[in-house]
């Protein structure tokens, strides 16, 4: 029934990391592309990173490149989302998320339940 599942979020100290997981169903992971976005406390969701279904193209925010990097296990219809050098400012719900446009945010329409990451100073 769920198409979309997210783990690996926690609390982690400035400077860390963390690896997130999504576990997508089959037939989400093979159709559609793949993304994560996030959204901290009194601020809007927003795009974070994502890959292409076919050629593996990633796309980042500025916030996060370098110090981020989404990647993909099509055997087990998983994307990851490998986080370093973590800040405070990146404390935010970690949403996994489905679109047709990989470096089209607005064309992402199905989304996780969310997984919370708290970045400590």
């Known amino acids: 029934q769920v198409q979309l599942e997210e783990s690996g979020g926690g609390l982690v100290q400035a400077g860390g990391s963390l690896r997130l997981s999504c576990a997508a169903s089959?037939?989400?992971?093979?159709?559609?592309?793949m993304g994560w976005f996030r959204q901290a406390p009194g601020k809007e969701r927003e795009f974070v990173a994502s890959i292409q279904w076919n050629g593996g193209r990633t796309y980042y925010a500025d916030s996060v490149k370098g110090r981020f990097t989404i990647s993909r296990d099509s055997a087990k219809n998983t994307v990851f989302l490998e986080m370093n050098s973590l800040e405070p400012e990146d404390t935010a719900a970690y949403y996994c998320?489905?679109?047709?446009?990989?470096?089209?945010?607005?064309?992402?329409?199905?989304w996780g339940q969310g997984t919370q990451v708290t970045v400590s100073s």
């Open positions: 089959r037939r989400t992971f093979s159709t559609y592309e």
């Open positions: 998320a489905a679109g047709l446009q990989a470096g089209t945010p607005s064309s992402f329409f199905l």
